[in-house]
T-cell receptor, first 113, second 111 residues
């Protein structure tokens, strides 16, 4: 079956622009995670959803970052007024309820100029 | 929060030799320890994981050991091959599945 997909794969934004990154999890996966991976670093947790409920947003770096999953499937990560330090790969992962194994998407590489 | 340390940051081995990567963690309540392989420009892929009730797990050329008392775990790759070259991340999880990643080890297998 299809894996986790993300779009766009690459995004270039001018500083100050808003961006929206999309994640399509594996069908039936209840849990959805967003991570930020800076160059040469490990992924860092941003936020977690169980179905449509955002249960943990402790990793969001500022109030410019907002995530939603209104129908419990597709999720969108929105970054307002992008800054250069937002440049990174944004990874989405999903898993079955009660399962520890997370399946990652290919990521969206965001470059803020 | 959880603190995960991973070393070495880079590792070069000759093809056929073994490679060992080590991680330590801080939260004694953590109970899930996956290892991911990430090739350049690709997504992280789970290669092996271990739960806290098991001390060792093996899958072909890959093995992971866990010492909960000392709060450290290790990845062992035997008979390394050039296609094993990648960045390897350890991670630590607990509760509802959130995981904290290490900084990564860049493994180079020299033919």
């Amino acid at each position: 079956g299809a894996g986790v997909s993300q779009s766009p794969r690459y995004k270039v934004a001018k500083r100050g622009q808003d961006v929206a990154l999309r994640c399509d999890p594996i069908s039936g996966h209840v849990s959805l995670f967003w991570y930020q991976q800076a160059l040469g670093q490990g992924p860092e947790f941003l936020t977690y959803f169980q179905n449509e409920a955002q249960l943990d947003k402790s990793g969001l770096p500022s109030d410019r970052f907002f995530a939603e999953r209104p129908e419990g499937s597709v999720s969108t990560l929105k970054i307002q007024r992008t800054q250069q330090e937002d440049s990174a790969v944004y990874l989405c992962a999903s898993s079955f309820a009660g399962s520890y194994e997370q399946y990652f998407g290919p990521g969206t590489r965001l470059t803020v100029t | 929060g959880e603190n995960v340390e991973q070393h070495p940051s880079t590792l070069s081995v000759q093809e056929g030799d073994s490679a060992v990567i080590k991680c330590t963690y801080s939260d004694s309540a953590s109970n899930y320890f996956p290892w991911y392989k990430q090739e350049l420009g690709k997504r992280p892929q789970l290669i092996i994981d271990i739960r806290s009730n098991v001390g060792e797990k093996k899958d072909q050329r890959i093995a992971v050991t866990l010492n909960k008392t000392a709060k450290h775990f290790s990845l062992h790759i035997t008979e390394t091959q050039p296609e094993d070259s990648a960045v390897y991340f350890c991670a630590v999880g607990g509760g509802y599945q959130k995981v904290t990643f290490g900084i990564g080890t860049k493994l180079q297998v020299i033919p």
